[in-house]
């Protein structure tokens, strides 16, 4: 699948609009709200990895499907493994909550990629009324639901050196932008670029298969909408960024 890469003058300025506040998993939490309806706000979850290390670890045997189990053991350093299987045993046990099963009961299979059709699209669920978005880093990870298909990333910032080498991989006129700011400003502005970028390719199901300069989402404050999709920046922690992109109906 290719896309037009819109020429600036084309490209409309986005709204404002306040990040979004993700909910902090508490160590012990109770069932989450009702599944967004159509056209609501994806509700966003925090799972910080130190606060839920030791439950996750205990939980993760009877949580988690085996396939999820050996991708676990397979993680060579431990700060990964514990940041996946945390993720892991949140987003069983949120799943299991929305839709009334039990964590390890919830079935997730694969859309067809829109590229090839090959089942390794975006994640699914079984009556295609809830859908869900993943997204873990060293620390922390993000969990977003919705009542259409939804997209979340976070990233650590990176150091300059990374900006540097990458910056070229974006929409032309992210890269101008960052250009112009002094370099000091330009790791976090990246970030923010990349994680709304990620998200919104998560959402779509692509994935960074698709090129990363064929859509603009923007590097300042206010992030831009891809057409048909609505994307909001999230709080996280310092020293992090974070994005959730969301389909409207």
């Known amino acids: 699948m290719s896309r037009v890469i819109a020429p600036p003058e084309l490209i409309a300025p986005p709204e404002p609009r306040a990040p979004l506040s993700p909910t902090p998993l508490a160590a012990l939490y109770v069932a989450p709200p009702p599944v967004p309806g159509a056209g609501a706000a994806p509700q966003v979850w925090l799972v910080e990895t130190a606060v839920h290390?030791?439950?996750?670890?205990?939980?993760?045997?009877?949580?988690?499907?085996?396939?999820?189990?050996?991708?676990?053991?397979?993680?060579?350093?431990?700060?990964?493994?514990?940041a996946?299987?945390?993720?892991?045993?949140?987003?069983?046990?949120?799943?299991?909550?929305?839709?009334?099963?039990?964590?390890?009961?919830?079935?997730?299979?694969?859309?067809?990629?829109?590229?090839?059709?090959?089942?390794?699209g975006r994640p699914v669920l079984p009556g295609d009324t809830l859908h869900f978005?993943?997204?873990?880093?060293?620390?922390?990870?993000?969990?977003?639901?919705?009542?259409?298909?939804v997209g979340v990333d976070v990233e650590a910032v990176p150091p300059p050196a990374t900006v540097a080498e990458t910056a070229d991989v974006l929409h032309p006129?992210?890269?101008?932008?960052?250009?112009?700011?002094?370099?000091?400003?330009?790791?976090?502005?990246?970030?923010?670029?990349w994680t709304r970028?990620?998200?919104?390719?998560?959402?779509?199901?692509?994935?960074?298969?698709?090129n990363?300069?064929?859509?603009?989402?923007?590097?300042?404050?206010?992030?831009?909408?891809?057409?048909?999709?609505?994307?909001?920046?999230?709080e996280v922690p310092a020293g992090h960024c974070a994005a959730v992109a969301l389909e409207l109906p």
């Not at 939980?59 to 493994?81: H, I, K, M, V």
């Not at 909550?97 to 059709?117: Q, T």
């Not at 923007?218 to 999709?229: A, F, L, N, Q, R």
């Open 53 to 82: 290390r030791a439950s996750s670890a205990r939980l993760a045997p009877a949580t988690l499907d085996p396939q999820e189990l050996a991708r676990a053991a397979g993680f060579l350093r431990a700060e990964d493994r514990d």
């Open 84 to 120: 996946y299987v945390c993720a892991h045993v949140a987003l069983r046990r949120l799943l299991g909550a929305y839709l009334g099963l039990a964590p390890r009961g919830v079935s997730v299979s694969r859309a067809p990629c829109p590229h090839c059709a090959e089942p390794h």
């Open 133 to 149: 978005s993943l997204s873990h880093c060293a620390g922390l990870s993000l969990l977003a639901f919705a009542a259409t298909p």
């Open 173 to 193: 006129r992210e890269a101008a932008e960052l250009a112009l700011l002094d370099p000091g400003e330009r790791a976090l502005a990246f970030t923010r670029v």
């Open 197 to 210: 970028k990620e998200a919104y390719l998560k959402g779509l199901g692509i994935g960074l298969s698709e």
């Open 212 to 234: 990363p300069a064929a859509d603009y989402v923007g590097s300042g404050p206010v992030p831009s909408h891809p057409p048909g999709w609505s994307l909001s920046d999230v």
